[in-house]
Nanobody, 117 residues
Framework: VQLQASGGGLVQPGSSLRLSCAASGFTLDDYTIGWFRQAPGKEREGVSSIISGGRSYYADSVKGRAFISRENAKGTTDLEIDSVMDEDTAVYFC????????????WGQGTQVTVSS
């Protein structure tokens, strides 16, 4: 059972980044999916989440320039952030929490995103 995040790397300011996360060993249907990030010297913060029904939420820091999606049949979730800024530099983590038992949750391993010209 794991979540595998991918898509990080070096991104130029003002461009877009797209992160993906794939679940293995379980299905995402009954899970709320979230993306978190942790910048150097800062605490981990929530970036965006999407419930099973598709309703999504965004942190103020990315609202209006981020889009989260999920494909339950494929067991994947994507996060796209447009107009990236230096402040988007962080390690990004995907997370899944069961809606049937909120004590069951899984974290991806994290993927580094560095915004720099």
């Amino acid at each position: 059972v794991q979540l595998q995040a991918s898509g990080g790397g070096l991104v130029q300011p003002g461009s877009s980044l797209r992160l993906s996360c794939a679940a293995s060993g379980f299905t995402l249907d009954d899970y709320t999916i979230g993306w978190f990030r942790q910048a150097p010297g800062k605490e981990r913060e929530g970036v965006s989440s999407i419930i099973s029904g598709g309703r999504s939420y965004y942190a103020d820091s990315v609202k209006g320039r981020a889009f989260i999606s999920r494909e339950n049949a494929k067991g994947t979730t994507d996060l796209e952030i447009d107009s990236v800024m230096d402040e988007d530099t962080a390690v990004y983590f995907c997370h899944a929490r069961s809606v049937l038992n909120d004590r069951i949750d899984y974290w991806g391993q994290g993927t580094q995103v560095t915004v720099s010209s």
